[in-house]
């Protein structure tokens, strides 16, 4: 099956139908966690003051189709992937050169750089480092050629949906399949007949990742010893708490560890660090059982992705106090820059070094160049750098994205807007954008979204798919552990241009291979 795979998909509903659908994906999504809390600004003044409500996650009704091809190349290119941005964490000197070139133009870049400096004055106490990645990617169509997968982005913090990705899998599961034996929750159609989507492992997968952060951390550097712990930092009003529930939990029943959520303006209340002690451990109090203390091994970090994050000196003293302790940081201030779009434009620099094999050395050179096929054309914006040229130019501008270095989604600047957009800043400003080919996805696929406002969406669509991956690494290059498993299908109507779910473009998706 081809791109004739789109056609006629998803079949046609009748009003019964699609009142089954919907009435039965919003009550398994709330009986299942495979939820967000309402955006306090859809709501009326004062009616979730407590903030108790909560309502289904944005979700398709359909699997959408995807190329199986491209979806198990992108599953086993994941660990290279880790290795990749690891190596690259590791060498200080070639991120700083790239580093150097942001920090007169972005205020965000310049103060996590500033972050690290300050810590490596006063000297690192922790040589492990993990991290919880997601690689995006779309499948590329061109001509009548087989779709080919191209890289969006590489994720470094913050990676999310990991929890409600696998909930959406088994929801459309069990509408496939149900009732057992004469499934009829669907219309027929000969793509809902040919499988179901594949095992989505993701919170067993980024949960390892955490517990191996936590055992490798070892015994207890407290004098008395304290019991060990992981933290969650969380954004203030968190949403998207029921993705993040998830893995908490299966730390918590299945590798008995005890997990804490801090919000990101209390991190300087609730945790300090030992400075008797020349380790530097973090503890943490828990406010409900101050008497309580736990040393802390690993810091997820689901906040301080964006200047929003960082609101006053406060919050860059406690993005200090965090990288200055001895607990396992995911991720360390310097892998989290390494999450910038320079550093993926810089890699994929047709000419020039030659990045990958410098930091994948002894990896056999066919991965190399497969990883280097994922590459979509990206420029800079220097005076003498084709990328202006394409940029300014509003004919190949509609081929292209710009991008700036953030994560979270909503930032990018699309197509027609990128030149008008341009010139409304300083020449000088734009070496902080990056910009990217737009990769072009199946142009006939559609879906139904079901929204987290009830309203219900049928259109043509694009897919994105997500790959997430672990691993723990120290200083040196030495790896620990590295694993892929699990992914993501975000999908958005095809006139909109962002894509994050949480921004509220998007919708959480499975995937149907053909």
Not at 28 to 36: F, M, P, T
Not at 211 to 222: D, I, M, R, T, V
Request: with cysteine.
């Amino acid at each position: 099956m081809s791109n004739s795979a789109y056609i006629n998909y998803p079949p046609a509903l009748s009003p019964a139908q699609q009142e089954y659908l919907v009435t039965t994906a919003k009550d398994w999504a709330i009986q299942n966690g495979l939820a967000v809390r309402p955006n306090p600004s859809a709501l009326p003044e004062g009616a979730d003051s407590n903030r108790v409500l909560a309502t289904n996650a944005p979700i398709t009704l359909f699997p959408s189709p995807f190329p199986k091809s491209c979806f198990e190349e992108a599953q086993s290119l994941q660990t290279a992937y880790n290795q990749l941005y690891a190596m690259i964490t590791c060498d200080e000197e070639w991120l700083g050169k790239v580093i150097a070139e942001l920090v007169d133009v972005d205020d965000f870049v310049a103060n996590l750089w500033k972050t690290h400096l300050t810590v490596k004055k006063e000297g690192y106490t922790q040589n492990l480092s993990l991290g919880l990645y997601r690689s995006d990617y779309m499948a590329h169509v061109s001509s009548n050629a087989a779709p080919t997968l191209k890289q969006v982005e590489f994720n470094t913090i913050s990676s999310s949906f990991g929890g409600l990705s696998a909930l959406v899998r088994q929801l459309h599961t069990e509408l496939l399949t149900s009732p057992p034996g004469n499934p009829i929750s669907y219309p027929p159609h000969p793509l809902l007949e040919s499988g179901v989507p594949p095992e989505n492992t993701s919170v067993e997968t980024l949960t390892g990742g955490l517990a191996a952060a936590h055992k490798a951390y070892g015994p207890s550097k407290c004098t008395p010893a304290h019991p060990l712990c992981i933290i969650f930092i969380v954004q203030d009003g968190e949403r998207n708490v029921f993705d993040q529930h998830a893995l908490s939990r299966r730390l918590t029943a299945f590798h008995q560890i005890p997990v804490f959520r801090v919000p990101s303006s209390k991190v300087l209340d609730q945790t300090s660090v030992s400075e008797s002690t020349p380790a530097r451990p973090l503890t943490y109090r828990p406010p409900h059982s101050p008497s309580s203390i736990f040393e802390v091994t690993t810091v997820y970090m689901r906040a301080f992705y964006s200047p929003d994050d960082h609101t006053s000196s406060r919050d860059w003293d406690a993005r200090v106090h965090l990288e200055r302790s001895a607990a396992i940081k995911c991720p360390t201030v310097l892998n989290q820059l390494v999450g910038c779009k320079k550093v993926q434009q810089v890699l994929a620099e047709p000419t020039g070094p030659d990045h990958l094999s410098k930091f994948l050395a002894g990896m056999d050179p066919t991965m190399i160049s497969r990883l280097r096929e994922t590459f979509a054309p990206q420029y800079d914006l220097s005076a003498d750098g084709q990328g202006r040229e394409l940029a300014l130019n509003p004919e190949t501008a509609l081929r292209h994205v710009l991008k700036p270095q953030r994560e979270g989604g909503g930032n990018n600047i699309y197509k027609a807007d990128i030149p008008a957009f341009l010139k409304s800043m300083p020449e000088s400003d734009w070496k902080g954008w990056v910009l990217m080919e737009i990769i072009n996805p199946a142009p006939d696929a559609e879906n139904v979204a079901l929204r987290n406002d009830g309203e219900v969406l049928r259109g043509n669509v694009i897919s994105e798919l997500g790959i997430y991956g672990t691993i723990l690494w120290d200083t040196t290059g030495k790896i620990f552990h590295n694993d892929q498993g699990g992914w993501l299908l975000r999908t958005k109507g095809k006139e909109v241009n962002e894509g994050g779910v949480a921004a509220g473009f998007s919708s959480l998706d499975s995937v149907l291979l053909f």
